[in-house]
């Protein structure tokens, strides 16, 4: 996915930007919520609550208070060993971005030492295989439904290695706050077998109900851990194929792995647009039946099979 450009300069989006800011700045949970109940119920107006997408199951009830009291819930292995081989055979030969420096793209079989964080385009994205069918399938929609009270919408899409790599960590994988859209929440799926030396998901405890700061900014390791005790702190293990659910507004990271490397997708649903993101829609070519409202920032219209 490609950032938009929201300080003036080049290719600058000042209604983008706008409106990127105008929901960093109520950092009050109150007011949040407030403005929330206002734009789910403009939603439903107009696209219906998403009751149809409801998986209505115990597994959905359980997720969705999991995710509304502690900002995390461990969804179970949504895909299974052969489905996650199918993606990594798909994608052996498809380029990576460096998202640390400018490369030139390069296969996981070129990868140079010194990468750190690498992904995979969007058009590779839509075309591998699973990865739709799993974003759109009644488990991860329904909760998205119910946590954001209206149709969701995926307003992001992608599939990242994180490998080990000497020295100084990554800015992305120190703990942090992310600042998506009013209300989001994101499903993060491991491709690969993850353990704790393989870069973990690491979630704060309720930290999505607490107020954020207005500017976004880094946590070290030292400062949680002094002013939270450890049992606050999540740690998502799993074998491939292990999905959970996580509000990323609160304090998390993406540990960086210090011996194996990680592939994890990751889905991203919401109530608008993420405005940090340039949207360019791909064509999409398979035979899936699609909801077109929750996958038109992702998915060129002409493509709809449903």
């Known amino acids: 996915m490609e950032y938009a450009q929201l300080k003036p300069g080049r290719r600058f989006a000042p209604l983008q930007s706008l409106l990127y800011y105008s929901q960093r700045i109520v950092t009050y949970p109150t007011l949040r919520r407030l403005v929330v109940r206002a734009l789910s119920g403009a939603v ?11 998986a209505s199951t115990p597994a959905e009830e359980t997720a969705l208070a999991d995710l509304r009291h502690s900002g995390y819930a461990p969804l179970g292995n949504l895909l299974d060993a052969m489905q ?18 400018e490369r030139p793209g390069f296969t996981l079989a070129q990868r140079a030492d010194g990468v750190r964080v690498a992904d995979y385009h ?3 994205v839509i075309a591998c295989p ?13 909760l998205a439904a119910r946590y ?25 994988q120190a703990f942090h706050r992310d600042s998506e859209d009013w209300r989001y929440l994101k499903v993060l799926v491991y491709l690969t077998d993850v353990d704790d030396g393989a870069g973990p998901h690491v979630y704060l405890h309720g930290s999505h109900l607490t107020q954020a700061p207005m500017r976004l900014r880094f946590y070290s390791d030292s400062e ?12 998502a293990t799993g074998t491939r194929g292990f999905c959970f659910a996580v509000d990323t507004a609160g304090i998390h990271k993406g540990a960086a792995p210090a011996l194996q490397p990680r592939l994890m997708l990751q889905i991203q649903y919401s109530l608008l647009p993420s405005y940090a993101y340039r949207y360019a829609p791909e064509r999409y070519q398979g ?9 038109r920032l992702i998915l060129r219209p002409s493509a709809w099979h449903g």
């Open 148 to 172: 954001m009270e209206c149709k969701p919408t995926i307003s992001a899409l992608g599939l990242r290695w994180s490998f080990p790599v000497p020295g100084d960590d990554s800015a992305l």
């Open 130 to 142: 699973h990865i739709l069918a799993l974003a759109n399938s009644p488990p991860l929609l329904g």
């Open 224 to 235: 949680i851990s002094s002013a939270h005790s450890a049992d606050m702190l999540l740690t």
């Open 84 to 101: 996650c081989d199918d993606i990594r055979a798909w994608l052996s030969d498809k380029l990576l971005i460096d998202r640390d420096r």
């Open 44 to 54: 439903r107006l107009r696209q219906g609550a998403g009751k149809e997408l409801y």
């Open 287 to 295: 035979s899936l039946e699609l909801d077109p409202y929750v996958n």
């Open 122 to 124: 969007l058009r590779d």
